[in-house]
């Protein structure tokens, strides 16, 4: 079996082809980040000129690497939330004309459920991915990290999940971008900032954690406390404009600030997963999201949970068309019943 998976719910026109949600055939991303880069975060009506741009090309790309036409293709998956807007409507509305027009049933799928079936990929025909050994066993404990969600969920099986806690206010990634403009540091904020803490000291700076119920985030005071910690290292108070920072400190400062806004951030998620294995007791953890091909998530999670943990590759955290086919197979697989490809709506607040 064979799925095309399309995603467009941000900045990331994506598409892919995968065989019985395990084996990767293509993965083709063209993303538009250089664009929204001079504005510190995604416009999104940038991001949606930009689908409309290259959609069509990025889709042909996936099936010529995967060697497939729309003969060979068993059915179309497609992101239809959560997201921007004008980005999910391209891809939904895409997605419904080659449905209608090849006579292919037509799959809607949960992004943020999405990025969790990334990690049930284990083969790949492409070069340069590292595959996990082995497909996640149930149950199992995701962790979704990303710039719009910070959740931990159960799953006893293949779409049977429990949500057991979010976050309130930020998500962690958006926590990393608003740091980095703090800092100086170029969007999007997760690279730039893991990459600066690798030259400071995550020790150098005590900033808090949010006290919150069992398994929620919250992530808005650790930015403010950055923010407050930033103006007191250069003498000023908490009415100094924060864009007016990074010129007035010093390089130790931010790699410092940024080391031990990395090590805090990525404990609060840590220590919500450490008691969830505890209570639940998982077979598997398996990371999701953007945020999930952070090196400092890895090495804090390898260091606290007492089981092997198969990390995805790197390329396939990000906003992907392969994790979006994989969960189409799935569903393909337990004979879910496609939607009708002349109604589908898109969802932007869709969530688990």
């Given amino acids: 079996m064979k799925i095309l998976g ?10 892919a082809v995968v ?10 991303v063209a993303s538009s980040m250089d664009l929204h880069a001079p504005y510190g975060g995604v416009v999104p009506e940038i991001a949606a000129r930009s689908h409309i741009e290259v959609i069509l090309p990025v889709i042909n790309a996936a099936l010529k690497t995967a060697g497939c036409t729309f003969r060979d293709i068993d059915g179309i998956a497609v992101t239809y939330g959560a997201g921007l807007s004008g980005s999910l409507l391209i891809g939904v509305l895409t997605a419904r004309t080659l449905a209608i027009i090849n006579n292919k049933p037509l799959y809607a799928i949960n992004h943020v459920e999405g ?13 340069g991915y590292q595959m996990p050994r082995s497909a996640p066993n149930f149950p199992m404990l995701a962790i979704i990290v990303s710039g719009g969600h910070s959740q931990l969920v159960l799953f006893e099986n293949h779409f049977n999940y429990k949500l057991l806690g979010q976050t309130q206010d930020d998500a962690i990634g958006e926590a990393f971008d608003k740091v980095a403009k703090i800092l100086g540091l170029p ?10 803490a690798k030259l400071g000291d995550s020790t150098a700076y005590i900033l808090p954690k949010a006290k919150m119920s069992k398994y929620d985030f919250s992530f808005s005071g650790l930015k403010t406390a950055v923010l407050r910690l930033a103006q007191a290292e250069i003498g000023e108070s908490y009415d100094f404009p924060s864009q007016k920072l990074p010129e007035r400190l010093s390089d130790a400062q931010k790699t410092n600030i940024a080391a031990s806004f990395e090590r805090v951030a990525i404990e609060t998620i840590v220590d919500k997963a450490r008691l969830a294995f ?9 990371i999701a999201g953007g945020v999930a091909s952070s090196q400092e998530l890895r090495r804090q999670l390898s260091a606290t949970i007492p089981i092997r943990i198969e990390y995805p590759d790197p ?5 992907n068309g392969a994790m979006i086919a994989t969960l189409g197979c799935f569903k393909a697989q337990f004979k879910l019943p496609p ?3 002349y109604s589908l709506v898109i969802d932007p607040g869709l969530s688990m």
């Fill in 278 to 286: 505890e209570e639940f007791a998982p077979r598997s953890i398996v």
């Fill in 187 to 196: 969007y999007p904020g997760g690279p730039a900032v893991a990459k600066a």
């Fill in 19 to 28: 065989e019985d949600g395990s084996r990767l055939l293509s993965n083709n």
């Fill in 6 to 15: 399309i995603e467009t719910s941000c900045d990331e026109t994506a598409a």
């Fill in 315 to 319: 390329k396939l955290c990000t906003d």
């Fill in 339 to 341: 939607v009708d490809p």
């Fill in 115 to 127: 990025h969790v079936y990334a990690n049930f990929l284990t083969e790949s025909s492409l070069p």
